[in-house]
């Protein structure tokens, strides 16, 4: 029986993903770490095995060239989720169109929000401290002066083992290359 939910995830292994943690620490003390990462499949229920799901995977992002993004400004989603994040600057597009070849076969579903390029820093229970999260997370990105660009070369295959708890499955490479960088 198929358990949890699956994720296609970034891990942001970066001075701007430590800068994401360690904010999120801090702003809501009292949720389970989890490692800063762009999502490029968000949380989903698969349509067949999780080996199945591998192998589109597989196929998919070896066709695929490694990509940079860039991280823009902080915005937030209130008042639709008490969500704060950092937007997908360049190439939001190339990460789109890699939700959307993805969203296929087994790992299709009918997404709960629109796909938006972003890297969380916090989700808040309600609207309040979620503006009061937002104000800070503003200021201190527009402090931050390490690099905002992130290499997307490897992704992570994820699997839900309870709430805000996700473990790694599988790496997936981006393209095939004859020669390693």
């Known amino acids: ?24 620490r801090e702003l809501h003390p009292d949720l389970p770490h989890m490692a800063a990462h762009l999502s490029i499949l968000p949380p989903r229920r698969l349509r067949g095995s999780e080996s199945a799901a591998l192998k589109v995977l597989e196929r998919i992002c070896g066709e695929e060239e490694p990509f940079e993004v860039s991280l ?16 997908v600057e ?37 609207e309040p401290p979620a503006q009061a999260a937002f104000e800070i997370a503003r200021q201190r990105w527009q402090n931050y002066s390490g690099s905002r ?18 473990l790694d499955l599988a790496p997936v490479q981006l393209g095939q290359r004859l020669v390693s960088r």
């Open 1 to 24: 029986m198929q358990m949890g939910r699956y994720a296609l995830v970034a891990y942001l292994k970066s001075p701007a993903g430590e800068f994401v943690e360690k904010l999120r």
């Open 72 to 87: 823009g400004p902080v915005e937030t989603f209130i008042p639709v989720t008490p969500t704060v994040f950092i937007r």
């Open 90 to 126: 360049t190439a939001a597009g190339h990460m789109s169109d890699l939700h959307r070849k993805l969203n296929t076969a087994e790992l299709q579903c009918k997404e709960e929000w629109p796909y938006i390029p972003h890297l969380t820093i916090v989700k808040m229970g309600t």
């Open 149 to 166: 660009r992130i290499l997307l070369e490897r992704l992570t295959f994820v699997r839900e083992a309870s709430p805000n708890c996700w």
